[in-house]
T-cell receptor, first 113, second 113 residues
């Protein structure tokens, strides 16, 4: 069964204090790994898709990386507006889970001014 | 351009009833997917429709069904509602499918009493 584990569950940072969120996964072949941001009361907002180990993508203060077993979302010099729940998801490429999306429980990030 | 819209935004139903939720994707998007979000289970994938055909399906019982119309609008139906079906139901659309950047709607909050 495909599994996605995100850590930590919650992270409190001071403005400007860089850190990383982790997403460990077990999947029957990886079609894609996705990062989303979700603000309270809203639907998730797409951030990145990573397709293969070694791939990296950046957007403003965020950088996502991918290995064969995990992905990291690095947040550089965060601002209070970066506070949100960050979700990781994987799409399976094989077996009975082909095509299905599996989400992690999310990391709640709070950035204090 | 207009985002993904979902109706209704809030719904209260009684156990045993059935419910139909509606999703209008972004113009030009042919893929529509549905998700259930609860505090305990997090975000879970229900199914994806593309060009009126169900292309991928998550691990939910047959009480959960959906369809897509020729204009890409989609509906999700839940029959014989149970208390555990209380959740936020999210719809997302994309140009070509789950590997593509998905745009989420605001969700429908369903409460089953």
């Amino acid at each position: 069964e495909d599994q996605v584990t995100q850590s930590p569950e919650a992270l409190r940072l001071q403005e400007g204090e860089s850190s990383s969120l982790n997403c460990s996964y077990t999947v029957s072949g990886l079609r894609g790994l996705f990062w989303y941001r979700q603000d309270p009361g809203k639907g998730p907002e797409f951030l990145f898709t990573l397709y293969s180990a070694g791939e990296e993508k950046e957007k403003e203060r965020l950088k996502a990386t991918l290995t064969k077993k995990e992905s990291f979302l690095h947040i550089t010099a965060p601002k209070p507006e970066d506070s949100a729940t960050y979700l990781c998801a994987v799409q399976a490429a094989g077996g009975t889970s082909y095509g299905k999306l599996t989400f992690g429980q999310g990391t709640i990030l709070t950035v204090h001014p | 351009k207009a985002g993904v819209t979902q109706t209704p935004r809030y719904l209260i139903k009684t156990r045993g009833q059935q419910v139909t939720l509606s999703c209008s994707p972004i113009s030009g998007h042919r893929s529509v997917s549905w998700y259930q979000q609860t505090p305990g289970q997090g975000l879970q994938f229900l199914f994806e429709y593309f060009s009126e055909t169900q292309r991928n399906k998550g691990n939910f019982p047959g009480r959960f069904s959906g369809r897509q119309f020729s204009n890409s609008r989609s509906e999700m139906n839940v029959s014989t509602l149970e208390l555990g079906d209380s959740a936020l139901y999210l719809c997302a659309s994309s140009l070509v499918g789950l590997r593509d950047e998905q745009y989420f709607g605001p969700g429908t909050r369903l409460t089953v009493t």
